[in-house]
Nanobody
Framework: QVHLVESGGGLVQAGGSLRLSCAAS????????MGWYRQAPGKQRELVAV???????NYADSVKGRFTVSRGPVKNTVIMQMNELKPEDTAVYYC????????WGQGTQVTVSS
């Protein structure tokens, strides 16, 4: 059973930056894909960014050029640097990975004020 623990998030003004981190436990093997989804009030959960252990990345069009996802220096961790934040980035951000099934973190709130 994989367990994901997130840190980071919070309240920031538009144009500011935040950094999210996530660590997976409960597994000794290297996880290939880790990343982030988000869910705004009244909207469906959507992909934000994913990074593989081979450093390949995938981004939602809405965050390209502003967010950077990377695998951390510690095994089975993922970091997302969020710059030039906009009010429309306000959402609960969930760490995600897949092993035998999809796994999700508990979510961390990101609020961007205008």
């Amino acid at each position: 059973q994989v367990h994901l623990v997130e840190s980071g998030g919070g309240l920031v003004q538009a144009g500011g930056s935040l950094r999210l981190s996530c660590a997976a436990s409960g597994i000794s093997s290297n996880i290939n894909r880790m990343g982030w989804y988000r869910q705004a009030p009244g909207k469906q959960r959507e992909l934000v960014a994913v990074a593989t252990s081979g450093s390949n990345t995938n981004y939602a069009d809405s965050v390209k050029g502003r967010f950077t996802v990377s695998r951390g220096p510690v095994k089975n961790t993922v970091i997302m640097q969020m710059n030039e934040l906009k009010p429309e980035d306000t959402a609960v951000y969930y760490c995600w990975t897949i092993w035998d099934k999809d796994y999700w973190g508990q979510g961390t709130q990101v609020t961007v004020s205008s």
